[in-house]
């Protein structure tokens, strides 16, 4: 018999349960909706896309009685798909107009919208799951979190990987030293799939012709300025200043544009970096820096590698590495672990992570903590997972953001991946964009300000400008 991993069990659960315990905490500010009656959702940006799913799963335990998008062909399909639910092109109207029937949002917007949307719903009590990245400005995030706090909501971000089994067996056994001290993170993702660069330049300014998303898929070319029939494009900028349409963003490739979108860090960090910021306890980075490829006024680049530098007070210095796009047709990421098994095929792995340690490396294939291994070691790690005490709260609805904040509201629980923890993980992300956007040069972060030393990123961590009466913030929600 294999001698046990813990031979002194007592001891580590004494360690942790401080740590570990207190992941879910009951809000108290908020008291439990109550005799049985189900909750109100409303889906903003929900009548297509990623929105569509998400008014959908959170529809599986609660009443949809609002949906709200800027495309009216699509909302059109969701007043099919629900009968009876109000539609509305402006999240403002919505509120205004059946505010009182609504208990809790999704908002499945563009990034830019995000902020001002979750704003809204804060403002007026409402509980909100919103998608990743939460915003795509750090001052946005920040305000989001204090707004939430201020007005005792209930919380949660679509990243799905946050509800799964595994990514808590990470966390545990990363508690107990699987891999030894942590130096390095490595985590890299086929994004973007959508144009960045010069090739998204070109298609904003209407010099090329954006591709439709579906390969079969027909759809006229769009002229800068001139707004398809189908779009709100008022609605569509949100708090945004007021601008001529621009070809090529809606309904998806918006991800690319710098004003509107994160790029491929925010799309996929709030994701694949998940697994090692919660497992190691990273918190925010005193230094970054990157090389990127295509960066332009209007784009995110084409491909980049940052580095975001951490002290840490386990581990002492770790540096995480992002990776993504192609350079010259080649996939940015890592050089392949040495001790990786012959028949495994890295070329094949278009996203995942490394977490390196001084006795070993954790690898993982994919984007949710889904393929978890030890690099030439796999005993060790189904060894660990199988003794390895589970002192994390599970989630109340694994896979599904949505339904968990549901739960959630109706049990007073926490959900996973509430503003406590997903503000700071969507700020990894933010942190990572300053780097994108000042290329290769080292930019410091001050913590206790929220500045850098660096003048035009700091001009990042805010948006310049917004439009009149959109001015939200969490001191006057």
């Not at 959630?408 to 959900?415: G, L, P, R, V, W």
């Amino acid at each position: 018999m294999k001698p046990s991993l813990f031979p002194n069990r007592r001891a580590f659960l004494r360690n942790t349960a401080l740590t570990a315990g207190g992941i879910f905490v009951p809000n108290l500010l908020i008291s439990q909706e109550g005799g049985g009656k189900k909750l109100n959702v409303a889906g903003i940006g929900g009548a297509g896309g990623k929105g569509a799913s998400d008014i959908a799963i959170a529809g599986e335990a609660a009443n949809v009685v609002a949906i709200c998008d800027i495309d009216r062909t699509r909302l059109a399909d969701a007043a099919k798909k629900y009968p009876g639910v109000k539609t509305f092109e402006s999240f403002r109207e919505m509120f205004e107009t059946m505010g009182d029937k609504i208990d809790l949002c999704t908002v499945s917007t563009p990034d830019h919208a995000h902020y001002p949307a979750a704003m809204e719903a804060i403002k007026r009590g409402k509980h909100v799951c919103v998608q990743k990245p939460l915003v795509n400005r750090i001052w946005e995030a920040n305000e989001l979190h204090e707004a939430a706090k201020k007005k005792g909501v209930k919380t949660n971000m679509g990243n799905q990987g946050h509800t799964k089994e595994t990514i808590r067996q990470l966390r545990e056994s990363m508690a107990v030293g699987i891999v030894g001290n942590v130096k390095e993170i490595h985590v890299w993702t086929n994004r973007p799939i959508w144009p960045q660069g010069n090739d998204a330049k070109a298609i904003y300014s209407g010099q090329k012709d954006a591709k439709p998303r579906k390969k079969d898929a027909t759809s006229a070319p769009e002229a800068a300025g001139a707004i398809p029939a189908n779009v709100n494009w008022q609605s569509w900028l949100a708090q945004c200043p007021d601008a001529p349409y621009i070809p090529g963003l809606h309904p998806f490739a918006w991800r690319g544009h710098r004003e509107y979108g994160a790029g491929a860090m925010g799309d996929m960090g709030c994701h694949i970096m998940d697994g090692p910021f919660w497992a190691c306890d990273l918190g925010e980075p005193y230094k970054l820096e990157a090389e990127v490829g295509e960066l332009t006024d209007v784009s995110w680049p084409a491909w980049s590698h940052v580095i975001c530098y951490f002290k840490h007070a386990k581990y002492g210095e770790i540096t995480l590495h992002w990776y993504e796009g192609k350079k010259d047709g080649a996939a940015v990421k890592p050089p392949r672990p040495d001790k990786l098994a012959a028949d495994q095929d890295y070329d094949k792995m278009g996203g995942g992570f490394m977490i390196i340690g001084d006795e070993d490396t954790i690898l993982n294939a994919g984007d949710y903590c889904e393929n978890l291994t030890i690099v030439g070691n796999k005993t060790k790690i189904d060894q660990f997972f199988k003794e390895t005490p589970k002192t994390i709260e599970r989630s109340l609805a694994p896979d599904k953001p949505q339904l968990e904040l549901v739960r959630a509201i109706e049990q007073d629980k926490t959900a996973g991946s509430n503003f406590d923890y997903s503000v700071p993980l969507t700020k990894l992300c933010l942190f990572g964009n300053l780097a994108i956007a000042n290329p290769g040069k080292v930019i410091n972060w001050d913590a206790a300000t929220q500045k850098t030393d660096n003048e035009d990123a700091n001009k990042l961590i805010k948006r310049a400008a917004v439009r009149s009466g959109w001015e939200y913030s969490a001191a006057t929600t």
